[in-house]
């Protein structure tokens, strides 16, 4: 049972360590999802400033248009990377969960191996104890033969 138990407890830790590798990398493309947005707005609101400057200065109104245009697919960029993002961050939530869960199976075999452990180490305490005592009782009773008592 030790062994099949240790087992057990080897399949749930690869589990445990595969499920924050990963919240790792889903991480990272969360990351390089919000740079890009970052990105993208950036570029959106330069391009809207242009945009001001463009009509201030008198542009004709096809520029005007083609600005507009522009932003217009620049908003919607945005809005797909904002749902990109939302993606990941779904994606880690649940990943998380099943970090967690994978914690927390971990968690239980541990205690349940450190309980079993106990009870075996007082059993074999018991064990010795017990040794130690017949052994004592019989020196006790040969020390009586040898007196004649």
Not at 16 to 44: F, W
Not at 106 to 121: P, T
């Amino acid at each position: 049972m030790t062994r099949s138990f240790s087992t057990l407890i080897d399949v749930a830790q690869r589990k445990t360590d595969s499920a924050a590798i990963k919240v790792g990398q889903l991480n990272a493309r969360l990351r390089e999802s919000d740079q890009k947005h970052d990105v993208l707005v950036n570029y959106r609101d330069e391009y809207r400033a242009r945009l001001e400057i463009a009509v201030v200065r008198g542009a004709p109104v096809a520029e005007v248009r083609n600005f507009r245009a522009f932003l217009v697919k620049l908003d919607e960029a945005v809005k797909q990377q904002e749902n990109e993002v939302g993606f990941w961050r779904n994606q880690i939530d649940s990943a998380r969960d099943q970090w967690h869960g994978q914690q927390r199976s971990l968690s239980s075999f541990n205690a349940i191996s450190a309980r079993r452990d106990a009870l075996e180490s007082r059993a074999h305490g018991r064990r010795e104890q017990k040794q130690q005592d017949e052994f004592a009782a019989r020196a006790v009773s040969g020390q009586r033969f040898a007196f004649g008592e």
